[in-house]
């Protein structure tokens, strides 16, 4: 089994940095794609950003310039570097992972999703 666990979520004032982790275990051959999904209370959960395991990148519009993701594959963890944070980014983020067993089939695997909070 493999399980996701993450850390890094908390309340921050507007303008502040937060850096949330995700560390994948278990019974792992290799992780192709990382990510940041997001879910705010009322709303659809959303792709944040992304990253393959060459370090490819992909940010949703509304984090560009604000956000990094990163990874090192010797810990199969990934990062996500929140910075000038707004209310607006309050949400619970998911990690996720797609990871692929010893026998080459790929599972997607989630992050129970840490609470980010953005106030004042």
């Known amino acids: 089994q493999v399980q996701l666990v993450e850390s890094g979520g908390g309340l921050v004032q507007p303008g502040g940095s937060l850096r949330l982790s995700c560390a994948a275990s278990?019974?792992?051959?290799?992780?192709?794609?990382m990510g940041w999904y997001r879910q705010a209370p009322g709303k659809e959960r959303e792709l944040v950003a992304e990253i393959t395991s060459r370090g490819t990148t992909n940010y949703a519009d509304s984090v560009k310039g604000r956000f990094t993701i990163s990874r090192d594959n010797a810990k199969n963890t990934v990062y996500l570097q929140t910075n000038s944070l707004k209310p607006e980014d309050t949400a619970v983020y998911y990690c996720?992972?797609?990871?692929?067993?010893?026998?080459?089939?790929?599972?997607?695997?989630w992050g129970q999703g840490p609470q980010v909070t953005v106030s004042s």
């Open positions: 278990g019974i792992i051959f290799s992780i192709n794609a």
């Open positions: 996720n992972a797609d990871v692929v067993t010893s026998n080459f089939r790929t599972f997607r695997y």
